[in-house]
Nanobody, 119 residues
Framework: QVRLVESGGGLVQAGGSLRLSCAASGSIFSINTMGWYRQTPGKQRELVATITSRGTTVLADSVKGRFTISTISRDNAKNTVYLQMNSLKPADTAVYYC??????????WGQGTQVTVSS
């Protein structure tokens, strides 16, 4: 079992920045990929970014150009993944979920953290 706890969400003005953190505990040695998804009411959860244990990253097209390659980072020593979000827009308002996939392809999710961007 893997437990994920997110932090860092909140209210920010358009153009501002936020840094989300997600700390993993439990069977951390089985984790391969960690990442972030987001969801707004009535819509499907969508990918934001992922990072593997070796540091390979994937960034969603919806945030490319605003979220740079350094957007998602991972501290394996602290079992924590970060999401640095810059130049935020009201369209980025969502609940952001941390996720982890193990080497056995089991998926785990955090409880979510609300990000609200005001115009």
């Amino acid at each position: 079992q893997v437990r994920l706890v997110e932090s860092g969400g909140g209210l920010v003005q358009a153009g501002g920045s936020l840094r989300l953190s997600c700390a993993a505990s439990g069977s951390i040695f089985s984790i391969n990929t960690m990442g972030w998804y987001r969801q707004t009411p009535g819509k499907q959860r969508e990918l934001v970014a992922t990072i593997t244990s070796r540091g390979t990253t994937v960034l969603a097209d919806s945030v490319k150009g605003r979220f740079t390659i350094s957007t998602i980072s991972r501290d394996n020593a602290k079992n924590t993944v970060y999401l640095q979000m810059n130049s935020l827009k009201p369209a980025d308002t969502a609940v952001y979920y941390c996720t982890a996939r193990t080497i056995r392809t089991e998926d785990y999710w955090g409880q979510g953290t609300q990000v609200t961007v005001s115009s």
